[in-house]
């Protein structure tokens, strides 16, 4: 992200005082600016607790979650016999263990008032580290405001109660967890997130490669093997009940979906929407435009290309010395492991199959990260943008125009990022010229903090 110079730099200027210092302020080169995080936090705290108290809740999927909570807690152990008023068990195993204990927090899940304050405390926390996150990435003081707006995710929240949420709360505790280089935690984060929704998934590529960094090729294999076996760990009473029942519904892949729900294709035809070549083509784009983040950007800090490591990879080698690792790590700035992490989920969500309303858990706190970074200091681009993606998921039933909101959005998100991209190649070839050829890092004269060595 830039620093406190080239947000100066960019920030608005040579206007009167009454609306320079404002702008000062919202563009982090005053440092009153520092203040803004915690009181717009607070500010939400109290528009949340009059959402909780004022709004009616509206009853979506927490009947069913109790109902299937009521089947397991009875022995129930095959994950293909344990259905709800909506359907199957569909979650992997974490969202049991973690229902189950709001189905006794919630007495038996009839306590929804209950249920709603302690979705108010998961949504400030979650906030919170969402916050922390973005400071972390130095983002300026209006990014946060844009962070609180959002109708919609207070809805997901406290009166809808998904288990999105809860994803999400380990979604960012990962980002967190990585920026500070605690990668084994961030590890454990992530896996447990998974456990609970098979979501994140769509956020797994960029997690494998930040490891391979930050931690090492033995290391990072290590760690997802670690993943692996939490997931195994948390399933065991249910694989050795139905494995394969267990698998096929948790992290069912073949899914069809209903055109009657989906937020993010309306515009396109219910027989185009349903045909297994809409998939296909879906698939198709998402795998490129990953792998072209993977090549082009992602795997930067390592220096060489994808090509070039491929034949250690194949050997079971690592491509690095230990020194040369100590460098690659070192250049996993907060801000190339948040970019990483939200671009590539975003970039899930932009390809898949359909989106739900309660999608919007993953959505709304990673754009305005991912359009501030596109477009620095434009604050009429990200209150825009920030209007129309609201605009797109807060209209009910999914119309034509609001799923093109959804998706455009969504694609200029994705675009901005790769613009990102290239503008960083430049700015580095540029500086390259000018220093009369490419400067090599010293893996000798690196340091890195003592905790970034750990394998923690």
């Not at 009947?63 to 008023?85: N, P």
């Not at 990014?143 to 380990?170: E, G, P, Q």
């Not at 997690?207 to 948390?234: D, E, H, K, N, P």
């Not at 034949?311 to 020194?323: D, E, H, N, V, Y």
């Amino acid at each position: 992200m830039a620093d406190a110079k080239e947000l100066e730099a960019t920030a608005p200027g040579k206007w009167p005082w009454p609306v320079q210092i404002p702008l000062d302020i919202l563009c982090g080169t005053d440092p009153v600016g520092k203040y803004i995080p915690p009181l717009l936090w607070l500010a939400d705290a109290a528009l949340t607790s009059l959402i909780i108290w004022k709004v009616p809740y509206t009853e979506i999927d927490w009947v069913a979650y109790m109902q299937q909570i009521k089947t397991f807690l009875a022995g129930e152990r095959d994950y293909t016999l344990i259905t709800g008023q909506t359907g199957p068990l569909v979650y992997p195993a974490a969202h049991v263990y973690t229902f189950t204990g709001l189905y006794y927090l919630t007495d038996h899940g009839e306590n929804i008032l209950l249920a709603q304050q302690i979705f108010g405390v998961l949504y400030m926390a979650t906030l919170a580290l969402v916050m922390l996150c973005y400071g972390k990435a130095k983002m300026p003081p209006y990014v946060f405001a844009l962070l609180i707006v959002s109708k919609r995710l207070h809805s997901v929240f406290v009166l809808r109660c998904f288990n999105d949420c809860f994803a999400a709360l380990f979604l960012w505790l990962t980002i967190y967890l990585f920026q500070r280089r605690f990668w084994t935690f961030g590890a454990v984060a992530f896996s447990l997130g998974l456990g609970i929704k098979m979501s994140l998934l769509v956020a797994l590529p960029a997690v494998v490669i930040l490891l391979f960094m930050g931690r090492g090729f033995w290391a990072s294999l290590r760690l997802i093997w670690l993943m692996v076996q939490i997931q195994f760990a948390l399933a065991v009473p249910f694989l050795a009940k139905n494995a394969k029942g267990y698998f096929g519904k948790a992290f069912e892949l073949s899914r069809q979906f209903k055109y009657e729900w989906t937020v993010n294709w309306r515009f396109v035809p219910e027989d185009i929407f349903l045909s297994r070549g809409f998939a296909l083509t879906l698939l198709a784009g998402h795998v490129t435009v990953l792998s072209a983040f993977i090549i082009h950007r992602w795997i930067k800090p390592a220096d060489r290309t994808l090509l070039s490591m491929l034949p250690s990879f194949l050997k079971l080698q690592s491509p690095f010395t230990a020194k040369e690792e100590i460098v690659i790590s070192s250049r996993l700035s907060p801000d190339f492991v948040m970019s990483s992490i939200l671009t590539c989920m975003v970039i899930g969500m932009l390809f898949a199959r359909s989106l739900h309303y309660q999608f919007y858990a993953y959505v709304a706190w990673s754009t305005p990260y991912l359009i501030a970074r596109a477009f620095p200091n434009n604050i009429s681009i990200a209150l825009a943008f920030s209007y129309l993606q609201e605009d797109g998921w807060n209209t009910f039933p999914s119309t034509p125009l609001s799923s093109l909101k959804v998706v455009g959005t969504l694609a200029v998100a994705v675009a901005g990022m790769s613009a990102v991209a290239l503008r960083e190649d430049r700015s580095i070839s540029m500086a390259a010229g000018n220093e009369g050829g490419r400067l090599e890092g010293d893996a000798s004269a690196v340091k890195l903090p003592t905790k970034s060595r750990k394998n923690i």
